[in-house]
Nanobody, 119 residues
Framework: VQLQASGGGLVQAGGSLRLSCAAS????????MGWYRQAPGKQRELVAT???????TYPDSVKGRFTISRDNAKKMVYLQMNRPKPEDTAVYYC??????????????WGQGTLVTVSS
């Protein structure tokens, strides 16, 4: 089982960018999925989460600008970043709680994708 994030790059402040994350492998069920980020010299922080039932949470720093969504059939999670700010510059990581075909639960991290927001 693995997570593969993509979609990072350079974006102007006020623009938009969409990150994608694909889960693959011998997966039975995916529960909570989320995005985290880590800026240089800072700790990793939560950006957004979505439960298996579709409920979402956001910190105040991105609420109203970022939207998390998932496609269960494709085993994908997305992060739509609207009106990004330079302070959103970071490496973004996807995360998921996954039950494999042997019914073992584990928490997985994607490899990270760099988002740079220019002013």
């Amino acid at each position: 089982v693995q997570l593969q994030a993509s979609g990072g790059g350079l974006v102007q402040a006020g623009g938009s960018l969409r990150l994608s994350c694909a889960a693959s492998g011998r997966i039975f069920y995916i529960n909570d999925m989320g995005w985290y980020r880590q800026a240089p010299g800072k700790q990793r922080e939560l950006v957004a989460t979505v439960t298996g039932g579709g409920s979402t949470t956001y910190p105040d720093s991105v609420k109203g600008r970022f939207t998390i969504s998932r496609d269960n059939a494709k085993k994908m999670v997305y992060l739509q970043m609207n009106r990004p700010k330079p302070e959103d510059t970071a490496v973004y990581y996807c995360n998921a709680d996954i039950q494999d075909v042997q019914f073992t639960w584990r928490n997985y991290w994607g490899q990270g994708t760099l988002v740079t927001v220019s002013s």
